[in-house]
């Protein structure tokens, strides 16, 4: 199974808007509502952020959105803050019945 | 409070065998899901293996299949890996996850393993 593609970095200033893509196949992002986003910060573990493409946890701010077309999926900051600065990964459910994660991408808050 | 504390890392030589473990507490264990997730130095996430909470389903990345071996202990909350045949590029920190049907919503703080001669 080949790893989901995400951009390696993005990168946008304090109160604008970014969105991070994340391509599969039909075998994953394409055929599954099953679209996870997590946030990791150095030396930390993952924290998820978006799952089943559109849904927030609890406690995490409604500036994270998700959202997917055919085989790509996307998330969104708005009003980027400092605090955004992190590495992000996607994840899909596959029609193996297993997990694939992208490879994912570095956002920088200039 | 959900907890997952993950234990077991250390140095293993190629080829050497090591056996993760996963405690569980502040969450029905027996009914929950889980994973291990890992991620090599510098390198993005991989999941892989699941087991489900009657350890009735286990799926595995082909990237272990064979090697590793998921296993969970219900009456002592805890989620276990063992890995034989070890290499280099399994050297990774090593995640238990929670899976909430297709997401993973708790994580553990990790576990390095280094497999090095």
């Known amino acids: 199974q080949s790893a989901l593609t995400q951009p390696a970095s993005v990168s946008g200033s304090p109160g604008q808007s970014i969105t991070i893509s994340c391509t599969g196949t039909?075998?994953?992002?394409?055929?599954?509502?099953?679209v996870s986003w997590y946030q990791q910060r150095p030396g930390k573990a993952p924290k998820l952020m978006i799952y089943?493409?559109?849904k927030r946890p609890s406690g995490v701010s409604d500036r994270f959105s998700g959202s997917k077309s055919s085989n790509t999926a996307s998330l969104t900051i708005s009003g980027l803050q400092p605090e955004d600065e992190a590495g992000y990964y996607c994840t899909s459910y596959t029609s193996r019945s297993t997990w694939v994660f992208g490879g994912g991408t570095k956002l920088t808050v200039l | 409070e959900v907890q997952l504390v993950e234990s077991g890392g250390g140095l293993v030589q190629p080829g050497g065998s090591l056996r993760l473990s996963c405690a569980g507490s502040?969450?029905?264990?027996?009914?929950?899901?889980m994973n291990w997730v890992r991620q090599a130095p510098g390198k993005g996430l991989e999941w892989i293996s699941y087991i489900s909470g009657s350890s009735s389903s286990i799926y595995q990345a082909d990237s272990v299949k064979g090697r590793f071996t998921i296993s969970r202990d219900n009456s002592k909350n805890s989620l276990f890996l063992q890995m034989n045949s070890l290499r280099a590029e399994d050297t990774a920190v090593y995640y238990c996850?929670?899976?909430?049907?297709?997401?993973?919503?708790?994580w553990g703080q990790g576990t390095l393993v280094t497999v090095t001669s």
């Open positions: 996850a929670r899976a909430t049907l297709a997401a993973f919503d708790y």
């Open positions: 502040g969450f029905t264990f027996s009914s929950s899901n």
């Open positions: 089943d493409v559109t």
């Open positions: 039909s075998s994953d992002v394409g055929g599954f509502n099953y």
